[in-house]
């Protein structure tokens, strides 16, 4: 688990001092290229784009943060995004659940909000009045976090609840409009990375996950490929590489652990893999320098 200061520093060279925790902020980026591997937060990252795209993974869903659309991390959620396209244009605004919990709402209501449903990708297009209310809202908490004005952080919270309750209104009218939920192929896509988020340690191959729904290895990776546009070994494998990254990164296990920890049979089959996949052996990138 990385906390908002670490993150801060690691990714954007920004260091804070001791003294100094971190509730709200907001980073303003433009070119940004630098990948951010496999990591789980301990506080919410919401990425406003304005131009750009990138490749995200939340969790077991994959997708595409592209101009005009909005996201909400929670924490706790192993995600990556990757392959920033030039020019990359957002603004990710960072808050710990704790600091909009105090005052002005019920528990009760605030934990709805903060709920970010798990069954749907975290991402959803804006019309231009609703981007431009969204960018305005951040705007202002960067404008007030930055200048530390009287009752600055107060006005950020208030800003932060209005954020979430139109995030929530968004959320609930593309839910209402979407066919997905009458989808044969799209349930048994949403089912398979389920299963695979939750058995990528033992099962390996599509055969594997097809017995276990009671399908052809063939439909299922049909239905996987039509939904998503990515075969479903790939899927297996792309899980199983987000992981070996966070654990390779953050973990103080050894290669050897971490394979045995992945299911993998022998040291030297984890590390054939990992490095067809990233281009690097595991113990190179165990050792790499962060960004």
Known sequence: MIFIEDFLSEYFGL?????????CCVISLKDYKYAIDAVKLNFYLVVLCSRGE?????????????????????????????????PFVADFLFFKSDFVKTGFVESEVMEELLLINPDYPPIFDLEETKFQDFSYKIAKIKDET??????????????????LYDYNRVCEMCLLNSDKLINRQYQIMYTFRKLVDKNFHQ????????????LSSKYLSECVKNQTGVSALALIRNRIMLEAELLLKYSTLSVKNISDKLGFTSTSSFSRFFKAAKGVSPIHYHKKPKN
């Open 15 to 23: 260091l804070q001092s001791d003294a100094d925790e971190v509730n």
């Open 203 to 214: 099962y390996k191959t599509v055969k594997e996950y097809a017995d276990l729904m009671y």
């Open 146 to 163: 930055e200048n530390q004005s009287p009752f600055c952080l107060e006005v950020s919270r208030l800003y932060i609840l209005q954020l």
């Open 54 to 86: 990138c490749n995200v993974t939340v969790g077991h869903h994959d997708f595409s943060i592209s101009s005009s659309t909005i996201s909400i991390i929670p924490p706790q959620t192993l995600f990556s995004i990757k392959n920033f396209s030039e």
